[in-house]
């Protein structure tokens, strides 16, 4: 799968059953999450029967209804990945730096381009820093692609040519 693929692949989803999951679910999901935790130095949770978190303003916004089980992962994506390739802990010196230069370059390059907000953008930028910062922290190169988002026309708040990933019809 391609990065393209992979954030086209990518959806929201926002409205739940108020049901609550069963005992065998729940078990698999927190044996999976301690499992991930241990490999990945990570500290995600299974926050079961809590609708409180989904009910405020930013949740309206969304327009989140039905959430009262979730998992929560604590950290921005560029940093987790850093963090976990570079083996680190909240007691490392290097490694735990790493992670937060790496969170500061995608959230630098995402602040460059400035809003509104859109997910792909963001989420082409952050991909593209980490394999830049790959390359310069740790030597190792990976294929870096030359993205054209085919979103705009979706995205009633896309910035157009501001954005590095758009492209009209014509070119």
Do not use: W
Not at 56 to 78: D, H, M, P
Not at 116 to 126: E, F, H, I, T, V
């Amino acid at each position: 799968m391609t990065i393209q693929e992979a954030i086209a692949a990518r959806h929201s989803v926002r409205a739940y059953k108020e049901q609550p999951l069963a005992q065998d679910v729940v078990k698999v999901l927190e044996e999976k999450i301690a499992e991930l935790n241990c490999e990945g130095n990570l500290h995600m949770q299974l926050i079961l029967n809590e609708p409180k978190a989904f009910q405020g303003t930013l949740a309206k916004y969304g327009k989140f209804r039905g959430v009262n089980n979730y998992i929560v992962v604590a950290g921005i994506s560029s940093g987790m990945y850093v963090s976990i390739i570079s083996k680190s802990t909240p007691l490392a010196q290097e490694p735990f730096a790493l992670s937060h230069q790496m969170t500061a370059k995608s959230l630098g390059e995402i602040g460059n381009i400035g809003g509104p907000r859109c997910c792909k953008r963001d989420s082409y930028l952050s991909i593209l820093s980490a394999i830049d910062f790959t390359k310069e922290k740790f030597g190792v190169e990976m294929e870096k692609p030359d993205i054209v988002c085919d979103y705009s026309n979706k995205n009633n708040q896309c910035i157009g040519k501001r954005c590095p990933f758009f492209k009209t019809k014509s070119e």
